[in-house]
Every structure is written in structure tokens, then in C-alpha cells.
């Protein structure tokens, strides 16, 4: 019996090539143009696969995918889409997604995906494997350490993206892992045997940038004594990591666009194209999509890299594996003679309630210091540099952070606005003022007072997430979390 595909997609000629050439593959395609009437045949008949436009109507709240995710488990999603507005990867996990494709879609990369993700539902059906235990994923990333919720979300994502040829961008703070990421998604993934070619998107002037990324021939430019074949080419069957991807000047990116739509480049003073089969994986700081909004990122390169995007939790949002890393540091730098065999209570205590706005490559560093420091066998707090000890002590725990309160995946209830607060000057976030009972419990307290700060900035802000993010100090990605956490619909801001 052939595999049978419904195709949802508005555009007629996208629906009838797309039927017609997997057809001639040997599968039974069945098309519709809208998401209602995707569920409703979905209702009635039985299907193998989905194969699903993402903009289209009915779908613009990802409905299909999250009526698809609660009703039907078990069938398969492939995403395709010319104007994605995607999901993060720990998303489309929760959703079911098996591939994101992108428009226009060369007819190989299609089947293979449809491929891959029958061959995963059927070996679902058929062999019904256990859920993966913690101890399970963690031991998949080996080099990660951690074991807190979004930890293990995270290793479940890596272990989907791992098995696809899909670009992906990783975002997060500054030393949140990015680079650690990426290079254990290579490593987990069927080009490991290949290279892993860092390319810092802000070590190479401006100038010198096209010849090291795509080569160039011998005379090219001036110093240009010998054939260079480039960094691309020597990711020939890896993948190419750009870091700091969001410091690319307009210019390069218009070139880079090129190379990740046909994974074909010339190097300078070539006239010959060069092919290369490489996956994209890249990292920002930066908010992306407010760059795009700005100006300053084209928006072609963002939709083409960010296909999958996985945003890494900032290490006070990570509870106890904060006592996990600095162990693990701790036997990684301490000297082979050093007496020093851990942490004492109150150290420990130091560690769990600073915040770490450096995140991981500052919990580093001041292991680094204390070893020193440390005179016995423990770690006490005064081997901490001052300004770490001073700001456990005043900050608020970090556990007790109002974005942690949702970072296991937890759903979380609308919060109703507190009965007699009130806003005395009715302005912008920076008046926000609550009166908020002692009678409630502290955490309750602070997740009523971020939901009266957040209606204020997106008031202010008329629903526009970019500019309310920007006022806020966070990324869009980090805003819209949050925002998804107190339940807020934002278009009830839009003016
Ligand atoms: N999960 C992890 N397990 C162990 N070590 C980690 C982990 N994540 C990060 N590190 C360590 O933390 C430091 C910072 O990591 P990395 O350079 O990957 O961060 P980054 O997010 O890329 O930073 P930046 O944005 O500044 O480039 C490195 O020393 C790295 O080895």
C-alpha cells in the first residue's frame, strides 16, 4: 500500500507540482488549500504524513499543527513554507514537527524528508519506544553538562535537529554555550566524520572576508601569492559555524546568501563555481529579527538560516546545574596537588543565588579564581571576587527569577490583575506601581507584578513585541517566552 500524503498549501501550483512529483514517486497524495479543511479530512480519512504551508489561512496561530499535535499523535508534519514564522526547535518538538522545508523546495531535499519522517513514524508505531529518561539524554551530549528541564528539552531538540540536514540558529546570552552547542550538534549528527569550521563572523576584516570564506586564485589581489581553496570548502561534508553571525556587514551577507540558497560560491578572481555540501549552523547575541526590522539584517539570509532556531537558557534560569558545571570545573582546573575537594554550603549557596549575567563562561572563570584562592579543602564564599558575593546576597534568588517560573515547559494560568492595584501616573513600564498584599506568597507576588508590567509595556508600545523587547532589555524571543508564560494575547494591544 503507498504512503498516503495530505497536502495543504493556498497555492494551486505549489499543491499540484508537489502532488504530482510525489506521485511519481510512488506515494497517494490528496490536496487542500486551507486548514479547516486540512482537519476535516484529517478527521475523516487516514493519513501517513502531513505536508503543511504554514502561512496560509486557518493556520496563522499554527492551528492545524496544534490540532494535528493533540488529535492525531502519531502522523507526521513536514513543514513547508516560503515566509516562515517559525517555532523555536523546542516548539516544533512540543508540535510534532518532523522537517521544516523551505520554499522553493528542491525535489530531492523533499523526499528525503518525507522519507525520513515516515521511516521515523512507522519505527514509533512499531517499536513504541519508552519515554527517554534524563540520565538517557543527558548521556546523548556528553560534553554538555546539565540536567535541568530546559537542559533536557534542549538535548531532545539537538537529537531531532541532529538527524536532519536543516541550517539552524542558536541564540541565547553571552556564554550561554552557543559554540559548545553547535559543536555537539555536529558531533551528533551524520557528518560528524566531516569538519567542524568555525568561522567568527567578526575576527576577519571586512575586506580580507570574501577571499577567506570562498578562496581565491593566485593574483587575485595583492598578497594573494598562492591558490587558496577557502574556509567553506574545507566544511566540504561538516558544518560551517558562524559565530556572531549577527556582525556580518549587509554587503558579505548578500554574498553568504548565495552559497547557503545553492551551496555554490566563486572565489575571488575565479571564474569557476565551486560546489560544497555544507550544513549552516550560526550564533547572535543579537535579536535577529529586530536587526531584520531595522535594517540592518536581511531578511532573506535570517528566514534561510534561522530555519530552526534553538535559543539557549541563560544559566540562572538552569537551577541546579549550576552546582553541575562548577563541579565539573572544579576537577577540570584545580592543579593535580591542590588539597581543594569542593564547595562548602554556604559557598554552594553563593553559587545557586548569584544570577550570572556572564552565565556559563563567568561560572569559569571564578572557579578558576577560587581554586586559587582556597586555602583548605572547601571553597568558601571569600575566595568569590567581592562583587559576585555582594550581589547573591542583595539580588533576588535566581531560582525565584519570574522567567524561570515557566522554563520547564510548565503551562501557567492567566493572571488576573491584582485587585486595588493601581498605576498613579497611568504612564509606561518605568511607572508601573503596584500595591501588592504581604499576605501573598512571595513568588505569587512577583508573578502578579511581572504581568502588570508587561500589560504596561505592551500598552505602551501598541502590541509591537520588537520595540517593547528593545525597551525591556530582552531579545523578541526572550519577551514573547514571557509573554507566552502570563497567557497575554498581544493583539489585544495593537492600536
Ligand atoms: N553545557 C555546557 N557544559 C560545559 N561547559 C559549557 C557548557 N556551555 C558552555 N560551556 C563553557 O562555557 C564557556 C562559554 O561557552 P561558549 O563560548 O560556547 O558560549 P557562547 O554562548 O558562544 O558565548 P558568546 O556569545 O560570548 O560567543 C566555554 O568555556 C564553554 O566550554
Excluded at 490528496?30 to 502561512?55: G, Q, T
Excluded at 492525531?72 to 523555536?88: H, K
Excluded at 523546542?90 to 514537527?97: A, E, F, Q, W
Amino acid at each position: 500500500m503507498p504512503s498516503r500524503i495530505l497536502i495543504a498549501d493556498d497555492e494551486p501550483l505549489f499543491r499540484t507540482t508537489t502532488a504530482k512529483l510525489l506521485e511519481q514517486a510512488g506515494y497517494e497524495c490528496e490536496c487542500v488549500a486551507d486548514a479547516d479543511a486540512a482537519m476535516a479530512k484529517l478527521r475523516a480519512e487516514s493519513f501517513d504524513l502531513v505536508l503543511s504551508d504554514l502561512n496560509m489561512p486557518g493556520n496563522f496561530q499554527l492551528e492545524l499543527l496544534r490540532d494535528q499535535h493533540e488529535n492525531r499523535r502519531g502522523v507526521p508534519i513536514v513543514v513547508v513554507t516560503g515566509v516562515p514564522s517559525l517555532p523555536t526547535a523546542i516548539d516544533s518538538i512540543r508540535l510534532g514537527i518532523a522537517d521544516y522545508l523551505l520554499k522553493p523546495v528542491k525535489l530531492d531535499d523533499l523526499l528525503v524528508s518525507v522519507r525520513r519522517a515516515l521511516a521515523g513514524a512507522s519505527r514509533d508505531r512499531t517499536a513504541a519506544p519508552p519515554q527517554r529518561d534524563r540520565t538517557e539524554l543527558a548521556r546523548l551530549f556528553p560534553r554538555l553538562i546539565g540536567a535541568s528541564p530546559p537542559m533536557l528539552e534542549l538535548y531532545e531538540a539537538l537529537d531531532r535537529i541532529a538527524a536532519t540536514n536543516t541550517n539552524v540558529l542558536i541564540t541565547g546570552e553571552s556564554g550561554t554555550g552557543k559554540e559548545v552547542v553547535a559543536e555537539a550538534l555536529h558531533e551528533h549528527s551524520h557528518r560528524s566524520g566531516g569538519p567542524f569550521q568555525i568561522i567568527d563572523c567578526t575576527a576577519v576584516p571586512e575586506s580580507l572576508f570574501e577571499a577567506m570564506l570562498f578562496g581565491h586564485k593566485k593574483g587575485a589581489f595583492t598578497g594573494a601569492v598562492a591558490d587558496s581553496e577557502g574556509l567553506l570548502k574545507q566544511c566540504d561534508g561538516g558544518t560551517a559555524f558562524f559565530d556572531e553571525l549577527g556582525e556580518l556587514p549587509l554587503p558579505l551577507q548578500a554574498k553568504l546568501l548565495r552559497a547557503v540558497q545553492q551551496q555554490t560560491f566563486t572565489p575571488v578572481g575565479s571564474q569557476k563555481t565551486v560546489s560544497v555540501d555544507t550544513r549552516f549552523v550560526c550564533a547572535t547575541n543579537r535579536d535577529l529579527a529586530a536587526e531584520v526590522d531595522a535594517g540592518r539584517f536581511r531578511q532573506d539570509l535570517y528566514y534561510r538560516l534561522g530555519v530552526i532556531h534553538v535559543e539557549l537558557p541563560p544559566l540562572r534560569e538552569r537551577g541546579d546545574d549550576v552546582h553541575l558545571l562548577a563541579d565539573r570545573f572544579l576537577e577540570e582546573l584545580k592543579p593535580k596537588d591542590s588539597p581543594v575537594r569542593g564547595f562548602s554550603e554556604a559557598a554552594a549557596a553563593v553559587l545557586k543565588r548569584y544570577r550570572w549575567p556572564g552565565n556559563i563562561r563567568e561560572l569559569r572563570n571564578v572557579i578558576e579564581r577560587s581554586v586559587v584562592l582556597a586555602r583548605g579543602e572547601l571553597i568558601e564564599p571569600q575566595d568569590f571576587p567581592e562583587d559576585v558575593r555582594t550581589a547573591a546576597a542583595t539580588d533576588p534568588p535566581a531560582d525565584a527569577s519570574p522567567r524561570a517560573a515557566g522554563a520547564d515547559g510548565a503551562v501557567t494560568k492567566r493572571v488576573p490583575a491584582p485587585e486595588g492595584s493601581h498605576d498613579s501616573d497611568g504612564g509606561g513600564p518605568a511607572g508601573v506601581r503596584l500595591t501588592l498584599s504581604p499576605d501573598l506568597p512571595r513568588n505569587e507576588a512577583m508573578r502578579l507584578a511581572e504581568n502588570q508590567y508587561l500589560v504596561h509595556l505592551l500598552r505602551e508600545h501598541g502590541g509591537n513585541v520588537s520595540a517593547a523587547a528593545q525597551r525591556a532589555g530582552l531579545s523578541r524571543q526572550g519577551l514573547h517566552k514571557i509573554i507566552k508564560q502570563h497567557d497575554i494575547d498581544v493583539a489585544q494591544f495593537r492600536r
